[in-house]
């Protein structure tokens, strides 16, 4: 029997917090790119599990592996041990990933979670150069738990947690004082100059693409600088590529395509293939500072996720799936810029890489109205940034033209809706 939306919204709501707000149906299947709830309706996701489904929902090549898996009585949960699942993984990340791209990172299982990731670098961070701090960003966000929210540039979000945050300063992210602020120097002088009272940090944290912030876009230029300085001053430098990685910006690791080393980087979400949860963390081989027991996990040892993650890892093995991120991201971006363009009233701004895209848009409210409509219409889409002004599009990797293109129609038939 289905049940009318606004009832569900009333009983989940009462018991418990849940995304029901922005998608008050109750849902029941997904494959690939579509979502149905319990009434049979389609919805294109353009949500893709806040970018933990790069290979769309139930990807029939990963599910068939892990029906496989279980039908032998593969191994679930390890914790820490070897296991024949972490092994393959483990050499396939490294022949598929690591390899091919002359990087020799050591990889660790920080937890399942992209916050676990985090913390792990943020306590590896600490650890191995003996100094405190870590500097992050405006806008950024690397999780909830309170080292990563520490890091979190998001005034809201910090408070979730109570009290003040050890942490306070973000350092201005490329183009936050527009374009003609030079950042990089800014941050340089901070580092350099006694007066600023800033001590050299243990690393410094950042999001090649903001995903949770607004699809804010670091040039590549500014990358390499921030990189520099973090050389020449000894700190080391954090990627966060939770979201914007496992080829979400047309790229495997969203930094390859600027051309940098970090010294740390935090991979979860898509790297779990399937959904599931997995997290890995990185490092620069020299960095494996942990005696057994400081860091460790129950939950590290999930042979389903490492099953799932083997399969999705294949997508990597030749160039044309990364190219057609590239074609897609490319036709989605046109197609936004015409929206712009054509509906002058949003004094909208097109942003992003690869298929993490975004509409920012001038009035309050406005993102959140558009989703709200794409979403009667059968688009589920979701908003960030400080204000929520920007429609973030994160749509399955593995998404068909067709469905790109239909989703598309669906945003730019609710942008028109909206001007009434
Ligand atoms: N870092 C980034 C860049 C993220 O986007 C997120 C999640 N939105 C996290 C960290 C935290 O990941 P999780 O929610 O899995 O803890």
Redesign the pocket.
Known sequence: EVQNPLQVFAQIESQVRSYIRNFPVVFAKASGHTLWDNAGRAYIDFFAG??ALNYGHNNPVIKEKLIEYLRQDGVTHSLDMATEAKEALLKKFNEVILAPRGMSYKIMFPGP??????EAALKLARKTTGRHTVLSFTNG????TIG?LSVTGNRMKREGAGMPLTHALSLPYDNYMGADVDTAAYIERLLEDGGSGLSLPAAMIL?TVQ??GGINVASSEWLRRIEAICRKHGILLIV?D???GCGRTGSFFSFEQAGITPDIV?L??SIGGYGLPL?LTLIRPDLDKWQPGEHNGTFRGNNLAFIAALEALNYWKDDAFRQSIGKKGQMARARLEKIAADYPYLGAEVRGKGLMLGLAVQEDELAEKICACAFERGLIMETSGARSEVIKLLPPLTISDEALNRGLDILEESVKICQR
């Open positions: 806040a970018g979670t992209g916050t676990n990731s985090v966000f690397h999780g909830m990563s999001e995903g949770e966060d939770v979201q914007a935090c979860s979400k997290a």
